[in-house]
């Protein structure tokens, strides 16, 4: 019964809008109607400051490594784990960016949920996504286009990790999606109008 309830149980946790809790605590505003609008890191950051953005992230990237690590632990080495791992990963993933509690609106574009996944699943593969998202946010100062170049380096580091398909095309999904969820950050990337966390305003 436990096999079959983790999903679900992880679909609930991810769709927890962490990032709207911790503004209105820190705040008493509403994210959803600040900045862009989204519940994700970045835009706490703006509204909330720094230390409520650390937070939101953190809880973000449990969302998905805590649901992964129970996953892991029911299935042990069995011959269908990585592909009840995935599922349950998945599950955590699309309730952050589709939350039941907020009739499937307003959610997160996934990144810190996808990395706290292959945290457990993959832990350098999804460091090396790490390393490549820092990287270009040094260089370019855009969050939004390191996280896609972060998630984009993820599935052939994963590969390269673990060897199995199952969790190479589980980032590759992850990679769709989150391109999915930044289509307004990629037009105004080619409109040279993303903001910089550099630049205040």
């Not at 149980?9 to 962490?18: K, N």
């Not at 998202?133 to 580091?157: D, E, N, Q, W």
């Not at 390269?160 to 589980?170: E, G, K, M």
């Amino acid at each position: 019964m436990h096999l079959i309830l983790l999903p679900v149980i992880a679909y609930l946790l991810g769709a927890v809008p962490w990032g709207a809790v911790v503004v209105r605590v820190c705040t008493g505003k509403d994210i959803r109607r600040q900045g862009s609008g989204n519940i994700g890191a970045t835009n706490v950051r703006r509204i909330a400051g720094g230390r409520a953005a650390a937070a939101t992230l953190l809880l973000d990237m449990l969302k998905g490594a805590l649901p992964v690590m129970l996953a892991v632990w029911f299935v042990r080495d069995g011959a269908g784990a990585p592909l009840y791992i995935s599922l349950t990963a998945m599950a955590a993933f699309v309730g952050h960016c589709y939350p039941v509690y907020t009739r499937f609106k307003g959610g997160g574009k996934g990144v810190a949920t996808a990395l706290g996944s292959f945290l457990v699943i993959a832990p350098f593969a999804a460091l090396i996504a790490v390393l490549v998202f820092v990287m270009m946010l040094c260089f370019f100062g855009r969050v939004s286009l390191g996280s896609m170049t972060g998630a984009a380096v993820l599935p052939v580091a994963v590969w390269q990790a673990t060897h199995s398909t199952i969790f190479a095309l589980l980032g590759t999904v992850f990679l769709l999606l989150i391109l999915l969820r930044h289509r307004d950050n990629l037009v105004r990337l080619a409109k040279g109008e993303e903001p910089s966390v550099f630049r205040k305003g």
